[in-house]
């Protein structure tokens, strides 16, 4: 198996581990400055980061006005679009590679 067939997922496993990381960022966010909203988007899920994951898919948190949340977002939405990518690489690389 050629190696370039991992680089892809090793680039997808890390978007992944790295999601983890700006989740903690935004909702760390979202309770120091608006403790009000989080508890909000907090009541509405079923799950912890359900929640905070709706919150960044939609446009909700442009409203509140805070352009560091809104960079924490933006990044993370950035970091979603290139672990999806990634995944889509590794699988044209695992199709697409000659089997020897």
């Known amino acids: 198996m050629p190696g370039y ?17 700006f989740v903690k960022k935004i909702r760390d966010r979202l309770i120091e400055k608006h403790p009000d909203t989080f508890l909000a988007i907090e009541k509405k899920a079923i799950f912890p980061h359900q929640a905070l994951w709706k919150f960044t898919r939609g446009h909700d948190y442009k409203s509140l006005n805070d352009e560091e949340l809104n960079l924490r977002v933006r990044n993370f939405k ?21 089997i020897s």
């Open 5 to 21: 067939i991992l680089m892809p997922f090793a680039v997808f496993l890390v978007c992944c581990v790295l999601q983890f990381w």
């Open 78 to 98: 950035r970091l979603y679009v290139v672990a999806i990518f990634a995944w889509i690489a590794y699988a044209v690389t695992i199709f697409t590679a000659p």
